[in-house]
């Protein structure tokens, strides 16, 4: 008998809580059930019978029910984890396959001179060609069906993205998409630096044929944001890409304000919250303020300046819902799960689109990407498309394979199936660390931020807290095993049911 490796253990001060990462089970426990539980973690050999602590053997059969405690050891139950992660990667692409993403980069140039910009390295020789109505038309007319077989238009999202998509060069093409787009009932969003958006504001809103869904980014307030999004040059941008960003709000598109937390950049992140507040843009009702950690792991950094040093989870957790983040992210997602009675626990199996089946960044070459942070850079190309044919390349059967139920053993964790395993490709993880973030040490520090909220908001609707208890279910009361084993079985026979 093990405590499970996918088991996340919480002293909540005055009792315990219980988390499995892979059934999805949720549990309250007294404090010296928890230093049971914490005394068995650090046995190689497991417990025996008599081990048992008050309330004894009873209590433990429970927790082999909910999965937190095994009998597997640790390569059977890494073995059960795969077979189970399988069967959910099934269930998730037959689920993707109703959808599409298609990212259209119209050029790789841009008008801003970004520090930190991941396509700085490569920009200078990419940066003449751009995507023309033709291109567009071959796109919409003859390879959706290779690239998205099958998929409604309406489930079809296009991403005008760049470089810096809305240029008046790029105006031509911009306007063949959404006409295009518009025709068939696509959503059509966008990723600009807002720098000339009063030139586009005809262009967003909520009808067929518009852009519905902007993201901006802003490095904080104007003392960072214009040394480090600056234009070609040096000139500042932020008062100016601000006032667009208010512009833009009143055309009703669904607009996210990305804001890069910078490194040692607290005070100027919480200042900009403030301008936004007072402009009103904070807490309209088409805005959502992302608060993302941006890219940091130079391989000449020590390991605690891979993370942006910034505000802390604690204080994310707390701006939440005001200011979205990947702490509100995750809040979410095990919220629901803490409501759950029957069903999947945690099921994501890629961690970004990258791994996912129809996600697609096409740029003006004719080459395809599966992720946006590898276009440009051509050992990266999963496929091209021309004239005549879209044709993929075995490097794409790669990429999808990169699930996390194929990643090695020391990828897999309590989180895994929460956070997909982030960036798939591990065998590119040193390559692209400079733009992710992916030290999975931190990615779960976050994740138990979140955790612990959504524990701390549940507890009120839970009989007896406070009083002495031994252990509280918080989701699945009634739901029987949901062991690993168990889960395996029940959703082989539903998957077989549903065809899938
Ligand atoms: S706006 Fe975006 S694409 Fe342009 S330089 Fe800055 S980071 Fe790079």
């Known amino acids: 008998m093990r405590l499970s490796r996918f088991t996340i253990m919480l002293d909540m001060e005055g009792y315990g809580a219980l988390f499995n990462g892979v059934t999805g089970c949720m549990d309250l426990v007294s404090s010296s059930f928890l230093q049971f539980l914490d005394a068995l973690s650090g046995q190689s050999s497991g417990a025996r019978r008599d081990d048992a ?9 429970i927790m082999k029910l909910r999965g937190h405690i095994t009998e597997a050891d640790e390569m059977e139950e890494l073995h059960q984890f795969r077979r189970y992660a399988a069967l959910l990667d099934r269930q998730n692409r037959w689920l993707d396959r ?5 990212m259209l980069l119209l050029s790789y140039y841009c008008n801003l001179d ?34 998205c077989p099958g998929v409604q238009a309406d489930k079809i999202y296009y991403t005008l993205y760049g470089g810096e998509p809305l240029l008046m060069h790029n105006m031509d093409a911009i306007e063949r998409v959404l006409q295009k787009a518009g025709d068939r009932g696509s ?3 966008a990723i600009s630096n807002g720098y000339y958006l009063d030139s586009f504001l005809h262009l967003l809103g909520q009808a067929p044929g518009k852009i519905s869904n902007l993201q901006m980014s802003f490095s904080c307030d104007k003392s960072v944001h ?23 709000m009143e055309t009703g598109v669904s607009l996210v304000i990305r804001v890069h937390m910078h490194h040692d950049g607290e005070e100027s992140f919480r200042s900009f919250l403030s301008l936004l507040e007072q402009r009103r843009i904070l807490g309209a009702d088409n805005v ?5 950690r941006t890219k940091n792991c130079s391989d000449a950094l020590e390991a ?8 802390g989870s604690e204080e994310l957790m707390r701006l939440a819902p005001a200011v979205s983040s990947l702490e509100s992210c995750y809040y979410h997602d095990l919220q629901r799960l803490a409501e759950a009675q029957t069903g999947r626990g945690p099921a994501k199996t890629v961690g970004c689109m990258r791994g996912k089946q129809n996600c697609y960044v096409l740029d003006p070459f004719g080459d395809i990407y599966a992720c946006y942070e590898e276009a440009g850079t051509r050992k990266y190309t999963i496929g091209t498309y021309s004239d005549q044919h879209v044709s993929f390349l075995p490097f794409r059967k790669e990429v999808l394979a990169g699930t996390i139920g194929n990643q090695n053993a020391q990828h897999i964790s309590p989180i895994s199936l929460i956070t997909g395993g982030g960036c798939n490709g591990p065998s590119l993880r040193r390559d692209l660390s400079r733009h992710h973030v992916s030290r999975d040490d931190l990615t779960r520090a976050i994740v138990e931020t979140a955790l612990k909220q959504v524990i701390r908001d549940t507890e009120p609707r839970l009989p007896a807290i406070g009083n002495t208890f031994d252990h509280m279910p918080i989701n699945f009361p009634n739901d029987g095993n949901r062991s690993i084993p168990a889960l395996i079985d029940r959703f082989t026979d539903l998957m077989n049911e549903a065809g899938m």
């Open 53 to 61: 602590p008050s309330p004894g053997w009873e209590l433990l059969s």
């Open 98 to 102: 109703q959808t599409a993403y298609i």
């Open 114 to 147: 970004c520090t930190y910009c991941f396509q700085k390295d490569f920009r200078k020789t990419l940066e003449h060609a751009r995507l023309r109505p033709r291109d567009v038309d071959l796109i919409f007319e003859r390879h959706l069906e290779h690239l």
């Open 187 to 189: 959503p059509v969003h």
């Open 226 to 248: 214009d040394a480090v999004r600056v234009l070609k040059g040096g000139r500042p941008t932020f008062m100016r890409m601000l006032d667009n960003a208010e512009k833009a």
């Open 288 to 292: 959502t303020v992302h608060a993302a």
């Open 304 to 311: 605690e300046h891979h993370y942006e040093r910034s505000v």
